[in-house]
């Protein structure tokens, strides 16, 4: 096994996630078949592969991209204007993760 269960626990910590024992040996056992599965990949000749620039179809110059035009920004008080509460000039949210 690639994946210890000690590696689950601390990447799950650093997530902040709880997870039960069944779900630790699941996430083990289903992240070692995911790395097995990518030695395999790696095994595979591709030297005879030419590198790809991108990933779109071949449309030259108007592919799928947008144009990149410069806009003007919002100023912050624009940016705060519905926010439903701010301060400082910053947006205030309730805190969501306590550790």
Request: hydrophobic share 40%; glycine share 4%.
């Amino acid at each position: 096994m690639k994946i210890t269960i000690d590696q689950v626990r601390y990447v799950a910590g650093l997530a902040n996630l709880s997870l039960n024992e069944d779900e630790i040996a699941r996430m083990a056992h289903d992240l070692d078949e995911i790395l097995s599965h990518m030695d395999k990949l790696n095994e595979i000749d591709t030297s005879n592969v030419e590198p790809m620039a991108q990933v779109l179809f071949e449309a030259g110059d108007q592919a799928t991209l947008r144009a990149d035009i410069e806009r003007p920004t919002l100023s912050n008080e624009d940016a705060l204007a519905c926010a439903a509460i701010s301060g400082s000039g910053y947006f205030k949210v309730p805190r969501v993760i306590e550790k």
